[in-house]
C-alpha cells in the first residue's frame, strides 16, 4: 500500500495497476479502494475512478467503529457519536463517509459552516457521492441561501429527476427566493406520484396561500389533515390564515388529537397555539388563553434566549453611535438608494405597509430577507455571547472601502429576489430594529420606516403567534415586554442622534387615517403620491406572511383592540413593559433627557 501511494505521484495508471490487485485480494479493504479512485483520477479515468469512489464509502460503512457512530447519530447521542468519528478521522482523514457523518453531526449542533465545509471536503474526495451532495443542498438551504440549494438540487435531480425527496427541498429553496409558480409545479408533480405525504401537501397550501389562492389553500391543508389528522403544524397553518375561523368540528377534532398517546411535543404546541386562535374566535376567552399559554410554555422550553444578550446589545449601539461617530461616517459606505427597510417588532403592521409600498410603480414587495441578520452575524464571528470587541464595536474598526464593500454585498446577496426593474425595493425583516446602526454605515442613502403599534396590542398578538424559526422573546410575557422595551429604547437612541432618518408609522394611526399617512409615508421616501398605494388590497403579489390574506382586505379595525378581552391576565407583560406602555405613543421621558445634544440631520 505504501509503494502504491509513492507511485501515486510519479505514475498513476502504475499505481492504480497495483490498487486494483490489493482490492481484488482484499475487497473488503477501504482504503485501497480510496487509494484505487484517486490514482484514476489523477490518470484521467474519471467514470472508473467515481465507481472506485464510491465502493469505497460502502465498504467504509461496514467499519465498526463508524457502525457504533452511525447508531449514536441515529439515537441522537451526539456527544459519543463525536468520540468515536474525531479518532477515527485523525487515523482516516480521507473516509468520505465519516467525513459526511462528522458533517451531519455539525450540522444537528447547528454549526452549519463546519458542515458545509465537511461536505464540502466530502464532494471533493468523491464528487459522486449524492448523499453528500443532498445534504449540502439541505445546510445551503438552512444558511438562507437557497439559489446556492438550488443549483446543488438541479444536478442531483439531473441524475434521478423523480426523487421526491429533492423536489420538495427544490421547491422550497424555489418558494425562498420568490420563484413560486415553479415551486408550485414541482409540489404538483411530486402530489401527483406520491399523494399521501402530508407534509408535502402542507408545503403546497404554504405557496398556494403565499400566491394568494386563499382556497386551494385551504383545500391543500385539509388534504394533509384528512391524511394525518394530528399532524398540529398543519392545524396551526389553518388557524395562521388569520382570516378563516375554525369551527366546533374542528376543535373537537384538535382536543381529540390532544389526547393522543404517541403525539410528540411539536405536535402539541402546535394544537395548542391553534385552538387558542379557535377558542378565541369562538369568544371563548379563558379557554382560548389555557392554550395560549401552553403552547408558549411548551416552545419556551424547548429554546435557547437570553434577553440580557439583547440589552446587552442596545447598550452597545448606544455607546457605539453617537452622533459625532454617525456625522464622521455619514458619507461612507455604498450609496445605493434602492433599500427601503420596514422594521420594529413582529405584528406591528409591517406587512400592511409593505403592501401598501410595493402598490407603488416605483416600489418592489420582495420578503422578510435574512441577508442583514446573516452579515451581522458574520461580523459578530463565532462568539455564542456578544462582547465588546464584536459586533457592533467592531464596526468602528471598518474602513469606508470595507463598508462600502459591505453595503454591496448586500445589494448583491438581495438582487434575487427582485422580480422587476423598479428602482426600490423592500426589506421587511422586522428584526433589523437592532441593526439600523449597521444599514446607516453601509447604506447611508436607505430609508428606514418603523413599524410601530400599542404595546399591549402588539405584544399580545406575538403571543399568540407561533414563529417557524427566530423570535425566541415571544414565548413569555415578561420576556416580550423587555424585547419590547429594548426596542424602543434603541430606536429613541437613533431619533436623538440621527434625527429624521427613520420614520415612524403607527399603526393604529394608519388604520384611522390611512391617506394622511400613506402621503406622509411617501413623502418621507420622496416619492410621488400613488393612488394604488390606497388600493393596496387590490395588488396581486406573493406575500409570505403571517398577514398574508389580511392585507389582501381593504383597512379595517378588525385585532385593533381585540388584546383588551384579555387584559386582566396580561399584568406580567404590563409590569415589563413598565414605562414604555406609560408613556404610549411617546417614549420615556429619561431616555429623551438622555440625550442633551443639538439636534442635527444626517441625511447624506
Not at 72 to 85: S, Y
Not at 323 to 333: K, S, V, W
Request: aromatic share 6%; glycine share 6%.
Amino acid at each position: 500500500m505504501v509503494h502504491a501511494r509513492r507511485l501515486l505521484r510519479e505514475d498513476p495508471r502504475l499505481a492504480a495497476l497495483q490498487a486494483r490487485e490489493i482490492v481484488r485480494a482484499a475487497p473488503a479493504d477501504a482504503e485501497a479502494w480510496r487509494l484505487l479512485g484517486r490514482a484514476l483520477r489523477a490518470a484521467g479515468e474519471q467514470q472508473d475512478a467515481e465507481a472506485a469512489e464510491l465502493e469505497a464509502i460502502a465498504v467504509s460503512v461496514h467499519d465498526p467503529r463508524l457502525f457504533e457512530a452511525a447508531s449514536a447519530l441515529l439515537d441522537g447521542r451526539l456527544a459519543v457519536a463525536e468520540r468515536l468519528l474525531r479518532p477515527h478521522l485523525k487515523e482516516k482523514p480521507t473516509d468520505v463517509a465519516a467525513i459526511r457523518m462528522m458533517a451531519e453531526l455539525a450540522a444537528r449542533l447547528g454549526r452549519l459552516g463546519d458542515a458545509e465545509a465537511l461536505l464540502r471536503r466530502a464532494l471533493e474526495l468523491a464528487p459522486a457521492f449524492a448523499p453528500a451532495r443532498s445534504n449540502l443542498a439541505t445546510v445551503l438551504y438552512r444558511q438562507n441561501r437557497p439559489a446556492e440549494a438550488v443549483e446543488m438540487l438541479d444536478l442531483l435531480l439531473g441524475a434521478d429527476p423523480a426523487n421526491p425527496a429533492h423536489q420538495n427541498l427544490k421547491a422550497a429553496a424555489l418558494g425562498r427566493i420568490g420563484s413560486y409558480e415553479e415551486a408550485l409545479g414541482i409540489y404538483e408533480q411530486v402530489l401527483a406520484g406520491h399523494p399521501a405525504q402530508p407534509k408535502v401537501w402542507m408545503s403546497y397550501g404554504h405557496v398556494l396561500k403565499t400566491v394568494g389562492r386563499r382556497d386551494d389553500s385551504i383545500a391543500a391543508y385539509r388534504r394533509a389533515l384528512s391524511i394525518a389528522p394530528t399532524l398540529g403544524e398543519v392545524w396551526w397553518s389553518l388557524a395562521n390564515l388569520k382570516t378563516v375561523r375554525l369551527g366546533e368540528e374542528d376543535v373537537a377534532a384538535m382536543e381529540a388529537a390532544l389526547e393522543a398517546d404517541d403525539l410528540d411535543e411539536e405536535d402539541r404546541f402546535h394544537l395548542d397555539f391553534a385552538l387558542g386562535k379557535a377558542l378565541e374566535d369562538l369568544g371563548r376567552d379563558a379557554s382560548a388563553f389555557a392554550h395560549y399559554a401552553e403552547g408558549n410554555r411548551l416552545r419556551r422550553a424547548r429554546i435557547e434566549y437570553d434577553p440580557d444578550e439583547v440589552s446587552g446589545h442596545v447598550d452597545r449601539c448606544e455607546a457605539l453611535f453617537t452622533a459625532d461617530f454617525l456625522e464622521a461616517r455619514g458619507a461612507e459606505g455604498c450609496p445605493a438608494p434602492d433599500p427601503i427597510f420596514v422594521l420594529g417588532m413582529p405584528r406591528a403592521g409591517s406587512t400592511l405597509i409593505e403592501q401598501i409600498l410595493a402598490s407603488h410603480s416605483e416600489v418592489e414587495g420582495t420578503m422578510e430577507l435574512p441577508d442583514l441578520p446573516a452579515l451581522a452575524k458574520r461580523l459578530g464571528g463565532t462568539r455564542q455571547r456578544p462582547e465588546r470587541g464584536g459586533y457592533p464595536d467592531c464596526l468602528a474598526r471598518l474602513s469606508a472601502e470595507e463598508l462600502r464593500g459591505l453595503g454591496e454585498e448586500y445589494l448583491a446577496r438581495t438582487r434575487v429576489q427582485r422580480k422587476t426593474d423598479r428602482p426600490f425595493f423592500i426589506d421587511k425583516m422586522p428584526n433589523n430594529w437592532a441593526h439600523v446602526g449597521l444599514i446607516r454605515l453601509i447604506l447611508p442613502n436607505a430609508r428606514i420606516i418603523d413599524a410601530r403599534r400599542h404595546p399591549l396590542a402588539c405584544c399580545f398578538s406575538n403571543f399568540k403567534q407561533h414563529f417557524a424559526r427566530g423570535q425566541g422573546f415571544a414565548y413569555d410575557q415578561r420576556e416580550l415586554g423587555r424585547y419590547y422595551r429594548d426596542y424602543v429604547r434603541l430606536l429613541a437612541h437613533f431619533d436623538a442622534v440621527m434625527p429624521g432618518h427613520v420614520h415612524r408609522v403607527l399603526h393604529e394611526r394608519l388604520i384611522d387615517d390611512p391617506e394622511a399617512e400613506i402621503r406622509r409615508l411617501l413623502a418621507f421616501l420622496d416619492l410621488p403620491f400613488d393612488g394604488r398605494c390606497l388600493r393596496f388590497h387590490e395588488t396581486e403579489r406573493a406575500v409570505r406572511t403571517a398577514s398574508s390574506e389580511q392585507v389582501r382586505r381593504p383597512i379595517n379595525r378588525e385585532g385593533v383592540d381585540q388584546w383588551r378581552r384579555f387584559e386582566p391576565v396580561l399584568e406580567p407583560l404590563k409590569e415589563a413593559l413598565g414605562p414604555v406602555l406609560a408613556a404610549w405613543p411617546a417614549v420615556p421621558g429619561e431616555w429623551q433627557m438622555k440625550h442633551n445634544q443639538p439636534r442635527r440631520s444626517f441625511r447624506p
